[in-house]
């Protein structure tokens, strides 16, 4: 984490808010529940002019076909800016009726929101039996989204309980998902709700009523105005995509990060996805990042090698004295016990108790103090500052995918796309005779290209 975001952190624990984010390439984060804007804040940005191509494709719509704005939505069920946002929305649909239409896409934070996801299936199965809108808004109203709950909704709505189940196990329901999620990405999506007015971003994220007139108004003299030079009103939002660009995006950082063979990993050496991440064991930023490895070693065995590598930032004083430890524990074969334990125990990470934490594991304690004050922990700690300072990673944790940078990481869900992704350009090289020994150098410099962006 930079010590702005330290700033920043401590300036909202003061006046009392909770601060949590997670992006892709571009910040250090972790993805963010956007707060609402409040009198005591500053007046709401403008919104940017730039129209971001958001294609509608099968995802539910509420509203005429004929409105002349279109209002996307990327959400999340779990989330409470979203909720609170909801009740704007039916605002807003009540105040423009017949001029705006809402369209969903889904959003699941599931780092911070581990219902989001099953309430986002629950949704899509609903909507394959004409039910979308009527789950989408008991799921907003409800405080509770565990199994009984989702299936009571069902049965209330007159599902077929039976096909709904079945429908939330199909691939192709996970994929839109994945889909929702992937576009969120490309059009600089990283928290939740996130609102496209005509292709054009809402500042804000829950913004007031007033916020969104303001856009959705000055949106809608210009479709009046396209509908009177001849543009069919259902044609509009079409008309307006033809120019829109795709990506919100910067160009994506591509580095070789080298995976020195006596570094902490898991998974073959010539798997078909390297992953390397630059932690601090003393970050919350990291230990939000923990489960998502966890996740990633569960869901892939021998298609992805993943890399830990330290990056103890000084503003973090328990920091250097963690990795020590995390060293002295690999030297014992318990690296990954240790960093479960520091992870979960951050308040813990002195020296008397990381010596206790050892010896829980069924470590040598002497021999555990003994290999943390030693020269060689210690140059291995700096090899791996010095390489993350080479490859300009200044946040923790950042990620390095077949060389793409992640700072601060990815939800599960935006990782297993992007691995799904690696495996099936590592196989097109496999099979053009690449050989395995030099397949992530070729993966990395592939994905750079002449230009530095991935091909």
Partial sequence: MKASAIVTLLVGLVIGFALGRTTGTGGPSSTVAQRPTTPNRPPPRTADATVYKIPLEDSPVRGSPEALVTLVEFSDYQCPFCRQAHATVTQVEKKYAGKVRVVMKQFPLTTLHPMARPAALAAIAAGRQGKYWEMHDRLFSSPQLDPDTLEKYARELGLDVGRWKADQQDPRVAAVITRDMELGGNVGVSGTPAFFVNGRRLPGGAAPLEQ???????????????????????????????????????????????????????GPAMAKVTIVEFSDFQCPYCSRAAPVVKQLKEAYGKDVRFVFRHYPLPMHPNAPTAARAAVAAQAQGKFWEMHDWMFDHQQELNQPSLEKAAASLGMDVARFKTAMESQETQAKIDADVAAANGNGVNATPTFFVNGRQHVGGLPF???????????????KLLSSGVKPADLYSRLVADAAGPSGARN
């Fill in 413 to 427: 869900d935006q990782f297993k796309a992007e691995i799904d992704k690696e495996i099936s350009r590592a196989d």
């Fill in 212 to 266: 969104f007139s303001t856009l959705i108004d000055e949106e809608l003299a210009k479709a009046e105005t396209m509908v009177r030079q001849g543009v069919p009103a259902s044609a509009v939002y079409a008309k307006l995509q033809e120019k829109a660009v795709s990506s919100a995006a910067p160009p994506a950082v591509i580095k070789k990060v080298e995976a020195p063979a006596d570094a902490a990993s898991f």
